[in-house]
């Protein structure tokens, strides 16, 4: 009885040590941080119809942009005023409400991947390092990108498809090194900054039609965290998140406040067009840090929303009167000139109905959590 004992006594001992080793195996095989974003993320898989459809829309989307950049080539009057005045005005309303739609069908999005369904790929995992370096490139790209429309994007077809050249040959470099989506939807592109500013509460939320399978490319993956997950302090990511957010309204501003250079450009009017927009930035971005310095801690993501309502209304408050022949510099970003036929009073209506919808759906509408795109299962979970 005694030997039978010290056998189960011994047995036990080893299931309890065979459980232990088992919890840890398990624990060290989740990615890093799966504490907090494996529960944050949801799974499902694009089937049937559904997949169908989001591939049409990519390949269309792709042919309309590749019919874009063609014509900034050869028909450079309706490229400039197709691309400046239609597409990107429409840019900043997307990203609020659907910013996954807007990245399922992007352009520079599937030439990205090109590498990874095309199998052509080194697939490397980005580090957090790089991650941090290419988030400061993205918002870099963004301010640099930008005041060169005054300078010769604005008025010229060729320029403006060159640029777009550079931005789809980096975007095709980096789905050759790197895996799926990290190097540039969720890395490089100068637009992601500002789809993660605005897109905090969107309101369609399709299922991701570039991945297949989730291959934990970059984590957290910003199209599938149901919540937003502040960057580590004193970071890259931090760095670059809070210089985004609190000099966009400034430099909003300030690139609005300077004309276009329709005479060659001149060294005064290349530092103009730097030189208003980088200032504004830097005194909305002061007065960003010191509130978040001396307000409660828990007020930060309330602050960013402020501060995201402030950018984008500032930015339909100049962009709609220009669309229409009303803006400070008239012949500038005009899509159509309504001065002689539409009142000025409708055109301040619109202003401040854009104004007070994007409080409301920034600050004040109550909403559950939401992802941009529902992120399909996993194809592994890598460390």
């Given at each position: 009885m ?7 006594t011994?047995i036990?001992?080893w299931?309890s040590k ?29 089937l ?11 390949w ?20 400039v005023?197709a ?5 990107i005005p ?5 990203f ?26 080194k697939?490397?995992?980005l ?40 931005l789809?040959?980096?975007a ?12 540039w ?6 637009v992601?900054p ?17 991945c ?19 960057p580590?302090p ?19 501003w ?10 060659g ?11 208003l ?10 007065t960003?840090?010191?509130?978040r310095?001396f307000?409660?801690?828990d ?19 100049y962009?709609?009167?220009?669309l ?26 619109m202003q ?5 919808f994007f409080g409301?759906?920034?600050l ?7 992802v941009?795109?529902?992120r399909?299962p996993?194809?592994v979970?890598?460390?």
């Amino acid at each position: 009885m005694r030997v039978f004992n010290f056998r189960l006594t011994k047995i036990t001992e080893w299931q309890s040590k065979l459980a232990l080793f088992s919890r840890i195996e398990r624990r060290n095989s989740e990615p890093p941080m799966s504490k907090i974003y494996t529960q944050i993320q949801v799974s499902e898989s694009l089937l049937g119809n559904e997949k169908l459809l989001w591939r049409s829309l990519q390949w269309a989307f792709f042919m309309v942009g590749l019919g874009l950049f063609l014509s900034l080539i050869f028909f450079p009057d309706f490229g400039v005023v197709a691309f400046w005045d239609v597409l990107i005005p429409l840019a900043p309303l997307l990203f609020l409400l659907g910013a996954g739609a807007w990245r399922n069908v992007c352009p520079l999005a599937s030439v990205a991947l090109f590498p990874h369904h095309f199998k052509f790929s080194k697939r490397r995992r980005l580090s957090t390092k790089w991650q941090g370096g290419l988030s400061m490139g993205s918002v870099g790209l963004l301010f640099l990108i930008v005041p060169a429309r005054h300078l010769v994007l604005n008025n010229d077809g060729v320029a403006t498809a060159i640029t777009l050249a550079f931005l789809g040959g980096m975007a095709l470099i980096g789905g050759m090194f790197f895996d799926v989506k990290s190097a540039w939807c969720a890395g490089l592109c100068p637009v992601h900054p500002v789809e993660k500013l605005y897109g905090q509460k969107v309101g369609y939320t399709p299922a991701n039609a570039h991945c297949g399978a989730c291959h934990n490319c970059v984590i957290p993956c910003p199209d599938s965290i149901s919540k937003q997950v502040a960057p580590k302090p004193r970071s890259l990511q931090d760095l670059s998140s809070t210089l985004l957010t609190g000099g966009l309204p400034g430099f909003i501003w300030g690139w609005f406040h300077v004309p276009d250079c329709r005479s060659g450009g001149n060294l005064m009017e290349c530092l103009t067009a730097y030189a208003l927009p980088w200032a504004t930035l830097a005194l909305t971005l002061i007065t960003y840090v010191l509130l978040r310095k001396f307000l409660p801690k828990d007020l930060e993501k309330r602050l960013a929303s402020v501060f995201a309502a402030a950018s984008i209304s500032c930015y339909y408050w100049y962009r709609i009167p220009s669309l229409l022949g009303y803006g400070l510099f008239p012949q500038d970003g005009r899509l159509i000139d309504l001065s002689q036929s539409l009142p000025l009073w409708s055109v301040v209506a619109m202003q401040v109905a854009a104004v007070a919808f994007f409080g409301w759906w920034l600050l004040l509408r109550k909403t559950e959590q939401t992802v941009w795109a529902v992120r399909p299962p996993y194809l592994v979970k890598r460390k």
